[in-house]
């Protein structure tokens, strides 16, 4: 059956179990006729991706490692560990159990318990206390230190090493700087809400942009803008708001989910263990912790993981129509600037027709002996006389387009519908008086 413990992972070495070397496989070849076999324990990522082979860069990012980390800050100036530190992460290890007769009972772990130096994977024997030692201090104090029973036969010790491993969800075996220790689904319930936090800000900040446009633009009553609440503080400066934030919080929370399917998959594979294990579901029901109730925290959590997820992706689609709608704004800006340039130009073309055209040396047009030669109050009031005759109207459809092009446009009846509306329930609500006072009448003359 598949568990859960911690494990001390060396990311500096870059190695995964799941990666063959050709050594390790003419070790394979060599011992084939061996009943002797190496089972390690591997990551959850090794164990919920079986095809995957190299997870050295997943394991090396899992949300535990990364909640320790956040909870491990280093004072000014201290180095970085770097790529080359070890981290703690969740890994899966095997349990298996023979039962011989009522009195023997054998089993085996994939726990490191010779001291063999490890390649990149250590399981944790501080954080949890091991599988073996664990089930060994239960089976010793009983129901003194305990939540088991003391253990009397093989099939209880059977029973006890499942409770213990399944336990392994739970148990508060993972250390936390300056903090009580926690357990993985405890962190995970916790890196949730540290990705709710961030996110409700952002929110905030987004909806006191609106309201800070609102109010400059005078569209926010004054009675409705309380200088004292946070969503009526500047606004940032950034108008098109960078989505870099959302974008790390919704990769934060789509490393939780994914881990939580792990999770819950290994919670799955040890429920099937149970239901061969125990003779029947009232007896497994009797522990305090079953992969049943794990299974139900970890869907309750995913739901809410979701629900994040949700959450920030609604705010990036609120970001992105306030986007839409500021280039809308803007295009709308600079259309009425091309339109004042087109007026100008409308205004200009024919003036610049005139002017060109009398500049034309015609024998008609008034002449002296340096050439073409006119008087003002000749020329200036065919100029300007002209150029507003060809200009303004153009000018006055240009502007006035919208609402002439409205007028042609089929209206719909909607005031003539909404008055028949009204004229209907009023003539219903006279209707219903008329009915009730029938009604009272016919009342009052059976009680005389």
Known sequence: MPYLTIGTYHSGEDKSATTAT???????????????????PITLDQYYYPTIVNTSARDNDQVLSKFLQSKCKQPEGA?????????????????????????????????????????????????????????????????????????????????????????????????????????????FRESIRDVCRPTKSLFRDFLRGLREAEKQKGQLPVEEVDSKSPETKPASSNRYHVISSETELLDMIRDIRDELHM???LAEDQEFVWKQAFASNDVMNLNSCTPTDIKKDLTSMLSEANRTENYINTLLDLRRAEFGRLQASDSARQ?????????????????????????????????????????????????????????????????????LSGKFRPRNNITS????????????????????????????????
């Open 417 to 448: 519908v909404s008055s028949e509306i009204s004229r209907g329930s009023q003539k219903a609500k006279r209707s219903l008086g008329h009915f009730g006072r029938r009604v009272r009448r016919q009342n009052n003359d059976h009680t005389v």
């Open 335 to 403: 259309s009425n600037i091309i339109f004042i340039f087109t007026i100008i130009t409308i205004i200009f073309l024919p003036l610049s027709f005139l002017t060109s055209l009398f500049a034309l040396d015609v024998s008609d047009f008034p002449h002296d002996s340096e050439g073409v030669k006119y008087k003002a109050w000749w020329l200036f009031p065919i100029l300007f006389g002209g150029t507003a005759l060809v200009s303004v109207p153009p000018i006055i459809l240009a502007w006035y387009v919208n609402a």
């Open 22 to 40: 050709p050594m390790a496989f003419d070790e394979s070849i060599n011992e084939r006729n061996s009943r002797e076999a190496i089972h390690e």
């Open 263 to 265: 999770l819950n998959s």
């Open 79 to 187: 180095k970085s560990l770097g790529a080359s530190s070890e981290k703690k992460i969740l890994i899966a290890g095997q349990l298996w159990i023979w039962i011989i007769d009522e009195k023997t009972i054998i089993t085996a772990t994939t726990e490191n318990l010779n001291n063999i130096p490890p390649k990149s994977l250590q399981v944790d024997p501080k954080s949890f206390g091991g599988l073996l030692q664990t089930a060994l201090d239960n089976i010793l104090h009983g129901e003194a230190k305990s939540l088991f029973e003391r253990a009397t036969t093989a099939q209880s010790v059977m029973e006890l090493l499942l409770g213990v491993a399944t336990r392994s969800f739970i148990d508060h075996s993972v250390a936390i700087p300056n903090e009580k220790s926690k357990g993985p689904i405890e962190i």
